[in-house]
C-alpha cells in the first residue's frame, strides 16, 4: 500500500510549509502513529490526550502547532496545522490506487452505456443501459451504476455500491462499499378506501434522482434517496460518513460534514458548512443554516441559524442545554428540597 | 420516465373524483412541485409552510383542499386528499416499469429453481436452488434470493438486495437496494465453561424465516432478521424505511409506517397502522397496539396501548413529555429559585 | 433444515448436563417454541413472561432451571442455564451447513489468490489478487475478498458481503448479509486553502486496515472502518449485531456485545465482555472499561470504569440517570410548587 518513496524531513517540511527544528536530514520512509513511529517515520501531535505518548516517540519528526512545547533533543516540523500537513505527507507515501484503464470480461456494461477508455470496470461490475461513467472512474466488483446514471471522472465506486437509474455523480467522488444513491423516497398517501379493496398506503412515485456534486465521499451502507419530483442534492466538498440517511428531496450545501448514523428528513436544506455529529436527526422541511453545528444524538425540530451550536433532543442552544444537563444532575435533590421547603413552610404558616 | 401522455385538467379531476374550478381544458403533460410547475404541469399544494409558493405558481392546475383559500383567476381542482389525487395522477404520467421478461444470460439461476416465464432476471441476479420467482417480478443486478426462498408475483428487487434461504416474499413487494431479508438473529447465550475452552458466546441457531405479506416495501440497507424459530413477520402493506432494524421474532402488522433508522428489538409486536417515527428504538417482548404513533428518537421500553401517542426517551405520553420538555427549560432557573427559597425561609426562621 | 435426527429426551438431558424430571424416554425430532412445541419437541422456560405459555406448553420436554416450578405431570429437563442448554440442543438439529468444496465456474478468483482446495466459493463472489481463503470458508453470491485480505477456517461470508483490501479475518468468523469491513475511516483535515481553490475537507488517507478476530460474527450491514494508520480490531468471540457503525482504529475486546445500531467513534477502546445496547452512541478517543453495561440509547462522552453500568444521554451511572427520570415525571409539578412557595413566601414576608 505505500509507494516505496523516502523523502528527508527537510524536503516533507518544504511540501508542507512547515519549519524543521533539529534533524531535517533524516530519510523518512512512512508516517505512523506517535506510539508506533521508528527512526524511518514521521508522525504528528495534535490531540493533547496524546502528549505522553509524543513525548515518548521514537519518530524521525513529529509535526507539531508552532507554538507547541518541545522536549529537548527532539525534531519536529512546526506548521499552522499539523493533522492537515500530516494528511498531504501520508497522500505522498500513499498515493491513490490509479485506474487500470478496461473493462473487465467478466464485467456487465450495456451495448448502450459509455465508458471512458481509462475507465476501470473490474468483474462483477454492472453498467446500465444510456449509462455513461467518466475517466479514470474505477468500479469495483458489485458496483451498480443504473440506467442513464452519470459517474463523472476520477471517482471510485467500492463494492457492492448501487447508484440507481438517473442519478448524477460528479468528478473526484467515492463512494464507500454498499451505499446506495437513489432509492425510492419514502412517499405515500393515505388511502382510506383503496378504490374499494379497502385502506392502503398509496406509493407516490418517486421520480426525481440524486445529483452529487464534485469532490463528495459517501460512507457504506449510507442511502440517499431520490426525489420525489426534482433532485436530491449532496453539495460538492461535503463528507458523509456511514449509515447516514438522507430522505427524498433534501438538499446539502457545499463542504458540510455528516457523521456516522444521521438521519436527515425529507425536504430539509442543509447549509454550507454544516456539521451534523453522529445520530442526530433532523426532521423534514427544516433549514439548518450554513455552518450551524449540531452535537450528537441532538433531535432538531425546528430550523437553525447560521452559525448556531445546538445540543439535546430536543436541540436547544448548546450553552442552554448544558446548563439543563447540569440542572438535571440535581433534579431528584431537588425534589426533596421543595418538599422541605413545603413542610418548613406549613410549620411556618402554623406558628404565625 | 415518463409516459409522454397528455391529459386534461378535466380528466385528471375525473380521475381523481375531484371538481374543476377555473380552465378544465388545458393540456397537462406532467406533474410537478409548486415552483417549477409550468403551464403544462398539475401540482398539489397540501403544506401549508408553501402557501406563498402556490400563490406565485405557474402551474396548469393545482390540487387543493374543498375549503383553501384560492387567490383569483387561478385553475384548481378541489379534492378531499390532494397529495392523495397527485400520487395518483403522478401515477398516470410515471407507470412502473413493466418486467422484461427472460432471464440473462448472466444472471445464475440454479437449474432447481423455478422463475416464472414472466420475470426478469437481470444481469448479476442469483437464484438458489429451490427458490421461486413470480410472474412479472423483476430481479436487478445483485439481487440474491438464496435456497428455497420463495418471492411472489409483480415484486421489484434492487440491486444487491439480499433474501437468505428460505425467506417468503408475497406479491408486489418492493425491496430497495441493499436491503437484507432473513440475515440471522442476534441470539447468543453466554457459555462461562465453553466445554472447557473458556467463556464464549453460544451462537443459538437461527433456524426460522421472514414472511413479507403482500404489497409491503422495504428501504435501503434495511435489516430484518430470520427468526430463531417460526417467522419474523411484516404485514400486509407495511411501508418500512432506509436503515431500519428489525431483530429475530418481530411481528410487524399490517398498514404500519416505519419510518428510517427505527430499531424494533426481539420477539416485539407492532400493531396495525402503528406509525413509528425515525431513530426510534424499542425493547423487545413488547407489544405495541393498533394506531399507536411513536415521536422521532423515542425509547420504548414497556407496552404502548392501541390510539397511545408516546415521546421521549424513555417514552411516556406525549402531552407529559411535552410538559416535562417546557419545564426542563426552566429548569436551571428552578434550582436557583429553590436556593433563593431556602436563604429566603432560613431568613424568616431566624426572624420568628 | 433440519437434519432429521431423533433423540430421546434423556440423551439429550444428557448432552447438556440436565436432570430428566418424569419421562425421559420420548423420541425428540426438534427444537420448538412454548407455544409450537408439540409431543415431538422439546422446548425452553427462562422468561418469566412466558409462563403461561410454559404452563399450556405440549412441548416433549421443556429445559427449565433447577429451581423452577413445574406443574404436576410434566416431564422437564432441570438444567443450571436453560437458554444455553436449548441452544445446544438447537445445533444438534440444525447443524450448520457444510461448506461445498469446489470454485463455481461463474465465480470470479483472481489467479494471485490462494483459495483452500475445502473452500465453497459460489457464483457472483469475488477473491482479489493476493487475498487467501481458508480451509471449509464458504463465499455466497455477491462476497467480496479484496486484493490481500485474508479470511481464515470455517468462516461464512454472506452474500454482499465486502472485505475490503488487507483486512483480516480470523477462523470461525460469521459475516451477515451486506455488512463491511475496511471502508475508509472518515478522515478529513479542514484546508482553508485549497492551495489555491478554495476551501475543502483534505481526505487523510485511510491505509491502515481491519483485523477481526476468531469467533467474531458481525451482522447486516454493519460497517467496519479501516484504521487511519494501524489496525482496527475486533476481539476474539465478540458479536456485533446490524447496522452497528465502528469507526477506524477503535479496538473492541474480547467477548463483548454490541447491539444494532451502535455507533462508536474513532479510537475509542471498548474493553472485554463489554455490553453496547441498542443505539448506543460513544464519542472518540474513549475507554470503556471491561465488564462495562451501557443501556439503550445512551450517549457516552467521558471514559465508562470496568463494570460500570451507564444510562442516559449524556450517559450517567445508571441509579443516577433512574432517579433522574422519576423526578423528571413530577417536574411540571415540581414548577408549579415552586412558584406557590414563592407566592406563600411573599405572603409570610408581607405579614411579618
Redo the contacts between chains.
Keep these: 500500500?505505500?509507494s516505496g518513496a523516502t523523502f528527508t524531513v527537510a524536503h516533507l517540511a518544504a511540501r508542507v510549509g512547515g519549519e524543521v527544528v533539529g534533524d531535517g536530514t533524516a530519510a523518512v520512509r512512512r508516517?505512523?502513529?506517535l506510539e508506533?513511529a521508528g527512526p524511518d517515520a514521521v508522525s504528528f501531535f495534535s490531540?493533547k490526550?496524546y502528549r505522553a505518548a509524543f513525548e515518548a516517540s521514537r519518530a524521525a519528526a513529529v509535526l507539531v502547532e508552532p507554538g507547541e512545547e518541545v522536549p529537548a533533543g527532539r525534531t519536529v516540523v512546526r506548521v499552522a496545522?499539523p493533522?492537515?500537513a500530516?494528511?498531504?505527507i501520508?497522500?505522498l507515501?500513499?498515493p491513490p490506487r490509479p485506474a487500470a484503464a478496461g473493462i473487465s470480461p467478466?464485467a456487465?456494461v450495456h451495448p448502450g452505456a459509455e465508458v471512458d477508455a481509462t475507465a476501470e470496470v473490474m468483474?462483477?461490475a454492472?453498467v446500465g443501459p444510456g449509462a455513461s461513467v467518466g475517466p479514470r472512474t474505477t468500479l469495483?466488483?458489485?458496483a451498480?451504476v443504473?440506467a442513464g446514471a452519470r459517474v463523472g471522472a476520477d471517482c471510485i465506486l467500492?463494492?457492492?455500491v448501487?447508484v440507481?437509474d438517473?442519478c448524477v455523480v460528479g468528478d473526484r467522488v467515492?463512494l464507500?462499499?454498499?451505499c446506495?444513491l437513489g432509492?425510492?423516497g419514502?412517499?405515500?398517501?393515505?388511502?382510506p378506501e383503496g378504490e374499494g379493496r379497502g385502506?392502503?398506503?398509496?406509493?407516490?412515485?418517486q421520480?426525481g434522482n440524486v445529483i452529487v456534486e464534485d469532490?463528495v465521499?459517501i460512507?457504506?451502507?449510507t442511502?440517499v434517496?431520490r426525489a420525489a419530483?426534482?433532485s436530491t442534492v449532496i453539495g460538492r466538498?461535503t463528507?458523509i460518513?456511514?449509515?447516514v440517511?438522507i430522505?427524498h428531496n433534501v438538499q446539502v450545501g457545499p463542504?458540510s460534514?455528516i457523521?456516522?448514523?444521521v438521519?436527515i428528513?425529507g425536504s430539509t436544506k442543509v447549509g454550507m458548512g454544516v456539521v451534523l455529529a453522529?445520530?442526530v436527526?433532523i426532521?423534514g422541511?427544516l433549514t439548518i443554516g450554513d455552518g450551524a453545528k449540531i452535537a450528537?444524538?441532538s433531535?432538531v425540530l425546528a430550523d437553525v441559524e447560521a452559525g448556531a451550536v445546538m445540543l439535546g433532543?430536543?436541540a436547544?442552544p448548546h450553552a442552554?442545554t448544558l446548563?439543563?444537563?447540569?440542572?438535571?444532575?440535581?433534579?431528584?435533590e431537588?425534589?426533596r428540597?421543595?418538599r422541605e421547603?413545603?413542610r418548613?413552610?406549613a410549620e411556618?404558616?402554623e406558628?404565625?
Design positions: 500500500l505505500t508516517v505512523a502513529p508506533d490531540n490526550k496545522n493533522y492537515l500530516f494528511a498531504k501520508s497522500t507515501f500513499h467478466q456487465v468483474p462483477l454492472y469495483h466488483p458489485g451498480h443504473g467500492y463494492p457492492n448501487t440507481r438517473g467515492i464507500q462499499p454498499g446506495v432509492s425510492d419514502f412517499g405515500f398517501a393515505f388511502d385502506p392502503r398506503h398509496y406509493k407516490v412515485p421520480v469532490d465521499e460512507g457504506a451502507c442511502t434517496d419530483l426534482g466538498g463528507k460518513d456511514n449509515l440517511q430522505a463542504l460534514i457523521v456516522s448514523q438521519g428528513s453522529g445520530q436527526g426532521t422541511h450528537a444524538q433531535g433532543s430536543p436547544r442552554d446548563r439543563i444537563y447540569a440542572s438535571l444532575a440535581r433534579l431528584p431537588l425534589v428540597k421543595v421547603l413545603e418548613r413552610l411556618l404558616g406558628d404565625s
